[in-house]
């Protein structure tokens, strides 16, 4: 989006997705997409069809050398999530797009991209010192792991349990020999309910409770079967930094070496425990696996900004002027900012219209951020303090007010804000306005945003 014109970008996603391979490069180019306007018209090559249904998606289902001998369109912009790409291959893969973005995770081939995507906390810049161009942007380290995105029931409190469900996951290949290797280790009487694995099958007459089989899930349904779920055993890839966010009991293990350094990494930080540990996990009484559980649900998560620090590099939002529009999460060096736009004429239209104090402020501020559903987002324009946006959580969404500089009103930089929050899930809970029915302008700028009144715009006296 850029100014009042809206840009209808051609993305293509190039993703490994086939019988051989996980659900991880989907779900990161699909978690990806989110950087562009939801109108955008997106394409997805992959050897096998894609389950995931979505009008703006195409599949195409070719060999990718034949797709780009045959390929006429010139794309916007172009996504690789894909370990079987040579650099040659990137090459004219370049020759296509405006924008080339590679997410990576081997450091171990030349790249021919305008933006490499690392997100291993382990990642240093000088594995790719010499295998990128001079003019690419590395967006490397835990910084941009943008699959950290809290889960939706972030607030639900937790209901002790008197018995748990067990999800795995080891990938798709035949790992059915480890599978029972685990399951052997839950004692006959044990904790275990009903056991679910994915993409795998075998006899499980030997075993005593219930145990599904399911495959082929979409993206969606895999993450929904594991929020149902109390303890998760998978693979150290993508699916781990979405687990993770799910406030479960996770149990890592790792499959291949690119999934070694997450391993390392949520172990080590007790983010998550070693598929060693587990036999003694489960088998203990029922109200220690419980406390455990409690403890893990209570566990405070902050990364709702991380496909934001993306976004601010690959497709910034645009003011009318064509200035780039950057969002960061709060930080207290622009408390006294924020502070300065508190006067009478911005808060006329509010219910407390009467100024306060600078330490009443601050302190109004920190307990505000206290709630973990509470987030307030400062806008930059050219490296100027523009304004901030700040969402309220009540009762299962967030109630959003933006207020800006007046040297930045009526660039379109309020409405570009809005559109971006309202049309992608960045945060758990959708978000809706209260607007006083003598603010016009502000009316005006949520319908333009494509706020609807009276579903998430209310108008209040």
Not at 142 to 156: E, G, H, I, V, W
Not at 182 to 201: A, D, G, H, R, T
Not at 246 to 265: A, D, E, G
Not at 330 to 358: E, P, V
């Amino acid at each position: 989006m850029e100014g009042n014109k809206l840009i209808l970008r051609k993305i293509l996603n190039i993703v490994d997705y086939s019988n051989k391979s996980g659900l991880g490069h989907l779900s990161r180019a699909l978690e990806l997409n989110k950087i562009f306007d939801k109108r955008s018209k997106f394409f997805i090559l992959t050897k096998k069809k894609i389950l995931h249904k979505n009008k703006n998606i195409i599949n195409y289902v070719n060999e990718l050398n034949y797709f780009l001998k045959k390929n006429n369109t010139k794309f916007h912009y172009c996504i690789i999530d894909s370990y079987n790409i040579s650099f040659i291959q990137e090459k004219k893969i370049k020759n296509i797009c405006d924008n080339l973005v590679t997410i990576d995770d081997f450091q171990k081939r030349n790249f021919a991209s305008d933006f490499l995507l690392n997100f291993s906390p382990l990642v240093k810049r000088n594995h790719y010192k010499k295998r990128c161009k001079n003019k690419t942007k590395l967006l490397i380290g835990n910084n941009y792991n943008y699959m950290q995105l809290p889960s939706k029931d972030a607030k639900m409190s937790y209901i002790k349990k008197k018995n748990l469900r067990l999800f795995i996951y080891l990938g798709n290949k035949d790992r059915s020999f480890e599978i029972r290797s685990i399951l052997k280790k839950i004692f006959l009487f044990s904790n275990i309910k009903e056991v679910l694995i994915i993409n795998q099958k075998f006899n499980i007459n030997e075993f005593n409770f219930k145990i599904k089989f399911k495959k082929n899930l979409k993206n969606k349904t895999f993450l929904n079967e594991m929020l149902k779920s109390d303890i998760l055993i998978l693979t150290s890839g993508v699916v781990s930094s979405e687990s993770i966010n799910m406030k479960k009991k996770v149990f890592l293990t790792f499959v291949s070496n690119n999934q070694k350094q997450n391993f390392t990494y949520y172990t080590k930080n007790k983010n998550a425990s070693k598929l060693s540990s587990f036999r003694k996990f489960i088998n203990r009484p029922m109200h220690l696996i419980n406390f455990d559980l409690i403890k893990i649900k209570e566990r405070k998560i902050n990364n709702y900004n991380k496909i934001i620090n993306i976004k601010n590099y690959i497709n910034p939002l645009k003011d009318k002027k064509n200035n780039k529009i950057i969002l960061k999460l709060y930080n207290s060096k622009f408390c006294r900012q924020i502070f300065s736009l508190q006067t009478l004429n911005n808060r006329k239209f509010l219910r407390n219209k009467s100024t306060f104090s600078y330490t009443e402020h601050k302190r109004y501020i920190s307990n505000f951020l206290k709630e973990s559903n509470n987030f307030i987002f400062l806008i930059i324009v050219k490296n100027n303090f523009a304004g901030y946006i700040k969402f309220s959580y009540i009762k299962n969404y967030h109630d959003i007010s933006i207020i800006l500089k007046d040297k930045f009103r009526n660039r379109n930089v309020a409405t570009s804000v809005l559109k971006y929050f309202k049309y992608n899930k960045i945060l758990p809970f959708q978000i809706k306005a209260k607007v006083n029915k003598q603010n016009t302008s502000s009316i005006k700028t949520f319908t333009k945003a494509g706020f609807k009144l009276n579903n998430d715009l209310r108008i209040i006296n």
